[in-house]
């Protein structure tokens, strides 16, 4: 577990260098309180229970894509909408979206996130099926399925004021609902390391 946010958080400090070269002089916006960057992020994947077996989620590599917009001022009340995609040979690959509400804190530069929300995951079955029809089995090759999918994340996150790009390394975990009569709820985990970037206006 500790190694596992070691690699992320020096993800996300890789990026930290490269946000004094893009803060424009004279701005007195903080990026805190902007709304509508683009976000984006490398994701890991994992079919699993909440900070369960970490370690498989690198072989499991996906992107996103989102942007957010802020409820207030203080940009600490926000709404995110992301989509992703993810591949993973043993669970199946997953093509999402989804919208979050949630609570950003800020703490000097840094600051945190807690978010809930709602989305739709398409699950792609990770080998061929095949279907009896007429007492012959007929391959019907991957199929999917889209479900209905619960995400709750945490993240962390660094926005200097005037700065247009600000890293983040993020945790979060999914329902997905319907995947067949004998599981109903299926659990899922991502881990993300991304950034927001804001554009001039």
Known sequence: MKKTLFILLSVGALTVPSIHAQTRAGDASPVATASWPLTVSLQFHSL????????????????????????????????????????????GDGLFVSTQAGYRPH???????????????????????IQLREG????????????????IGISIGYAKPKAFIAPFVAYQFFALSGYNPSVPLVPN?????????????
């Open 189 to 201: 985990q991502l881990l993300q390391a991304g950034t927001h970037i804001y554009f001039a206006n």
């Open 107 to 129: 703490f000097g530069h840094l600051y945190t996130e807690f978010k809930v929300g709602v989305g739709w995951n398409y699950t792609v079955h990770p080998n061929a099926t």
């Open 48 to 91: 699993s229970m909440p900070f369960q077996d970490l370690k498989t989620t690198f072989s499991n590599v996906g992107i996103g894509l989102g942007t957010e917009f802020n409820y207030n001022r203080r940009g600490n009340l926000i709404q995110t909408v992301q989509v992703g995609y993810y591949r993973n040979r043993y669970a």
């Open 136 to 151: 012959q089995w007929h391959s019907l090759g991957r199929t999917g399925k889209g479900l209905l999918m619960v995400p």
